[in-house]
């Protein structure tokens, strides 16, 4: 079941929502949360019941685990080895599902011996509940989470917006909300505000990435078959993905949060306006920054940080990155990813290092738009390696969009791409991911919930919804009629 289907849309979320309204009137806050634990289980059992099994599995164990931890962190007893004990089982149960298969094809291939390579289906969301659980021990360890009832800590883990595809969200976010005494919030201006995340996220990913998708397949699908894109169409498929992730991304999150926001949940930001940025390190300040936030938090400082020398920092760096892009997914291109992140960031803090940046004046816009323009072009090729099915496919990609094969600026009728209409498409959805105000820009989210935020909301609901309210509901409705073919969000595979 996905959020940007009929059945979700139509039937699931309007049953959740009732339930919810009925027993927040009705019930104790205890009750309220059970509604939502049985909703979430329903919503990741809709798409394999067996996956419960691990995630139960993920949850009891690791709560028994944190809460011991935790116990012991207070009386002053060592932690080290019981916290390693279960990092070590959150890390060979990703390990075993995820990576079991690439890690058994790539020593047949190097050591010529025939281990069965395991065909696993990957169980939904584990890449997301692991790292938050991870996150959780860790924490624990430090005491700081003592008194964490199981329950708020089941809804903390499988609550159904974030569950799937994130934001990683830390656990003092959300049992801070849960915990406490207090019903959730569901007033009408946290509804409208929902509500309106809700649908432009919704409209992102059906009318803008979806419409990107056949483009960047089209070109992509046809290097992995063996074809050789000119100059143009290599350059059109990569800006097409770039595109497509882009949107595809930035809807769930917004959807994800307004979803929270009609239960009184608050989510964290996880998705800032990447393209605008300045460097790389200021991408990886606007992109995946839940992710951003866990590797930062959870491996770079814990290699060491940027407190043992520069050289150990820039390492520390380029091992964070590979890392992470190991976790997106088992194969060579993501660790090649994460290694051109790491490399790319590295420079980009030694650069910073010798020569500063721009504070003011012309200096400072002309440098702004030189570094922005170099990051997007940075970016743009490491998605090609993001999204190519083999080192081959993306080495040929990266070569042809750097002129290796020619500058040849046709599209090969055979590759059916009706070029003004894909080209106008580019150009248009590049101005608003570059220029536009982004979503919580526009409707003003704030997720730490300052109160100036709050009024200035209601007070622009009151004076604008008619405007906006029906604005959002044709725009609803339209993406609505777009529905036909139901795809799932990119970051879901993961």
């Given at each position: 079941m996905l959020f940007n289907s009929y059945q979700f849309i139509l039937v699931f979320l309007p049953a959740v929502l009732f339930g919810y309204f009925v027993l927040r009137l009705f019930a104790t806050k205890a009750v309220t949360l059970l509604w939502l634990i049985g909703a979430s289980l329903a919503f990741y059992a809709a798409w394999d019941p067996w996956n419960l099994l691990v995630l139960f599995t993920s949850i009891a164990l690791n709560f028994i685990c944190g809460t011991s931890l935790a116990d012991r962190a207070r009386s002053g007893r060592p932690t080290g080895l019981l916290l390693a004990v279960g990092i070590a089982f959150n890390l060979c149960m990703i390990g075993y599902f995820k990576y079991a298969g690439f890690l058994a094809a790539n020593v047949n291939t190097i050591f010529g011996t025939d281990i069965p390579v395991l065909d696993l289906v990957l169980p939904l969301a584990i890449s997301f509940f692991t790292f938050q659980e991870i996150a959780y021990l860790v924490d624990s360890s430090r005491g700081e989470t003592y008194g964490y009832r199981f329950k708020d800590y089941v809804l903390m883990v499988v609550f159904f917006?974030?569950?799937?595809?994130?934001?990683?969200?830390?656990?003092?976010?959300?049992?801070?909300?849960?915990?406490?005494?207090?019903?959730?919030?569901?007033?009408?201006?946290?509804?409208a505000l929902g509500s309106g995340l809700f649908v432009l996220g919704l409209a992102k990913k059906v009318l803008f990435a979806d419409g990107m998708a056949p483009q960047a397949n089209l070109i992509f699908d046809g290097v992995a078959k063996g074809a050789s894109p000119t100059f143009a169409e290599a350059w059109?498929?990569?800006?097409?993905?770039?595109?497509?992730?882009?949107?595809?991304?930035?809807?769930?999150?917004?959807?994800?949060?307004?979803?929270?926001?009609?239960?009184?949940?608050?989510?964290?930001?996880?998705?800032?306006?990447?393209?605008?940025?300045?460097?790389?390190?200021?991408?990886?300040?606007?992109?995946?920054?839940?992710?951003?936030?866990?590797?930062?938090?959870?491996?770079?400082?814990?290699?060491?940080?940027?407190?043992?020398?520069?050289?150990?920092?820039?390492?520390?760096?380029?091992v964070t990155m590979l890392l992470g892009g190991l976790w997106h997914g088992a194969g060579w291109t993501f660790v090649c990813w994460g290694a051109f992140?790491?490399?790319?960031?590295?420079?980009?803090?030694?650069?910073?290092?010798?020569?500063?940046?721009?504070?003011?004046?012309?200096?400072?816009?002309?440098?702004?738009?030189?570094?922005?323009?170099?990051?997007?072009?940075?970016?743009?090729?490491?998605?090609?390696?993001f999204r190519a099915d083999s080192m081959g496919s993306a080495t040929k990609m990266m070569g042809t969009m750097i002129g290796l094969n020619g500058f040849d600026l046709g599209i090969n009728a055979d590759r059916q791409l009706t070029?003004?209409?894909?080209?106008?498409?580019?150009?248009?959805?590049?101005?608003?991911?570059?220029?536009?105000?982004?979503?919580?820009?526009?409707?003003?989210?704030?997720?730490?919930?300052?109160?100036?935020?709050h009024s200035s909301w209601a007070s622009h609901f009151a004076t604008a919804y008619p405007v906006h309210g029906v604005a959002l509901g044709c725009l609803f409705v339209f993406t609505l009629t777009q529905m036909s073919i139901v795809q799932s969000f990119l970051y879901f595979q993961f």
């Open positions: 917006p974030h569950l799937i595809a994130g934001p990683i969200v830390n656990h003092r976010i959300l049992m801070r909300q849960f915990m406490s005494n207090e019903q959730l919030s569901a007033r009408a201006p946290t509804l059109v498929g990569a800006l097409a993905y770039t595109l497509q992730l882009y949107f595809d991304f930035s809807g769930y999150s917004d959807m994800a949060i307004g979803l929270g926001l009609l239960f009184g949940v608050r989510l964290p930001l996880n998705f800032n306006s990447p393209y605008k940025a300045e460097n790389l390190i200021d991408f990886w300040r606007r992109w995946h920054m839940s992710l951003s936030a866990f590797l930062r938090d959870y491996l770079y400082f814990a290699l060491g940080g940027s407190h043992r020398g520069e050289v150990r920092r820039f390492a520390n760096l380029i992140h790491g490399f790319g960031l590295a420079i980009c803090h030694f650069w910073i290092r010798l020569f500063g940046t721009a504070q003011r004046g012309g200096t400072r816009r002309a440098g702004a738009m030189v570094g922005r323009t170099l990051t997007l072009i940075f970016v743009v090729f490491g998605w090609v390696l070029t003004l209409l894909t080209l106008a498409s580019i150009v248009a959805l590049s101005a608003i991911a570059l220029f536009a105000p982004n979503s919580q820009q526009w409707l003003g989210y704030d997720p730490q919930h300052r109160a100036e935020e």
